[in-house]
């Protein structure tokens, strides 16, 4: 079965309802979401700098982020949220990546990656774009071409442990700078929970913008 039936069938999955949010089965995948589960000790006290530290590898790590089309509010429906998830996952099982931090806005969404030098990111990309269009269609019963996505995607390699640092921060505080919530914690669709859980963030954090991402503007 190649990529696209198999994601096809995903979509079909949820369509019929059993992927919905709160599923067992969906939960699972959103707590997976983050790679190297257990690699860290939950709460313990080691400054979150040396924790990003060890979350950094050299060389092929990626910010990226993914607009929609006119900016369209693809994402505030939970159905279309849970297809997105499922499409990513099984992009990542044909082009592995490890994911390190995320945050799903209703429409655009961010991405801190590390990918390996055996998977090429541009067809990564596009196995995401593409199969979430047809996936979407699919979903939706739209039988003509539609434009999902605003073309391209902005992606940028990170350069060192500080500049990994600010894009895992940024990514977090981004459902407060785009007026969503007032604190991270609030916001369901990122990865701040993964990593508030093992302790690397305060409840209160972000409330106001972390001085280390204030130099920092994408979307
Ligand atoms: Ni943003």
Redesign the pocket.
């Known amino acids: 079965m190649n990529e696209s039936s198999r994601d096809f069938l995903i979509a079909l999955w949820l369509i019929s309802g059993k992927g919905a949010i709160g599923n067992r089965g969906y939960e699972r995948v959103y707590a997976g979401a983050i790679g190297n589960r257990g690699y860290v000790k939950p709460m313990s006290q080691t400054p979150v700098h040396a924790k990003i530290r060890r979350l950094y590898v050299p060389d092929a790590n990626y910010f990226i982020?993914f607009v929609f089309q006119n900016r369209a509010s693809i994402l505030a429906d939970p159905q279309n949220m849970a297809l997105f998830r499922a499409t990513l996952r099984t992009a990542k099982e044909y082009h592995p990546f490890t994911m390190r931090a995320y945050?799903f806005?209703a429409d655009?969404l961010?991405l801190l990656i590390f990918i390996p030098t055996t998977t090429n990111i541009s067809k990564l990309m596009q196995s995401v774009q593409r199969n979430f269009t047809r996936n979407y269609k699919a979903a939706h019963g739209i039988p003509q071409p539609i434009r999902l996505w605003q073309r391209g995607f902005w992606d940028h390699v990170i350069r060192n442990e500080q500049d990994f640092a600010n894009h895992f921060h940024y990514i977090h505080f981004?459902p407060v700078?785009?007026g969503y919530v007032t604190r991270p914690t609030d916001y369901p669709y990122s990865s701040f929970h993964e990593y508030y859980q093992r302790g690397w963030y305060t409840a209160d954090w972000g409330a106001t913008q972390p001085d280390e991402i204030a130099h920092l503007s994408?979307?």
């Open positions: 982020t945050v806005l655009h961010h981004n700078k785009h994408f979307e």
